[in-house]
């Protein structure tokens, strides 16, 4: 339960006006801190909801594969320039993402991590290191302003630091891999 008040507080400071604007002021705190720090709200909020509603859990994401792949849809969506730039320019489009990495993304990644073998987790984590090297070569490489509310420079800086995390994403599945603990 105090998880939950955490996850809760962390969403309500998100949600904050001031705060909402100056995570959304540079692109690289948009998407690497701001987008995170939702899902992981609701990451906290889960199992608060789970021990909540547990017959919709139970029902709807037994296997935790509808859960991740949930994940997979709305994560990919935030990924695409345009979708950032929208939540700049859109009311209903930023409400979206209030709603939808906490909700669609944290809860649902929460209540199926557990839920899934070890060969999933591998594989949803290796589609987390793929997007970010690919939204990180994207925009580094492309030298044209593809986000109309963010200078060309804030692009290769998002893409570079999409870089440095797709690299320790590297070395931590590698360690998990190779070392002596083969387990999530």
Known sequence: MKQAGYGLTLYII????????LLESMMVFHMHTQM??????GFLIAPFLQRKFPNFFNKWNR???PGLLLVVLIWTYWQLPRAMDDALLLTM??????ISLPFLVGVPLHDSWKKVNAKVQYSFLIYIF?????TGFLYIWLD????NNYLVIEQQTLG???LAMGFCLLLYLSMKLFGKENTM
């Open 93 to 98: 489009v930023e409400l979206f993402k209030f």
């Open 130 to 134: 793929l997007s970010l090297i690919i």
């Open 160 to 162: 570079w630091s999409s």
């Open 36 to 41: 995170p720090l939702f899902v992981f709200s």
């Open 14 to 21: 998100l949600i904050l006006p001031p705060v909402s604007e």
């Open 63 to 65: 296997t935790g594969i």
């Open 144 to 147: 044209e302003q593809i986000c």
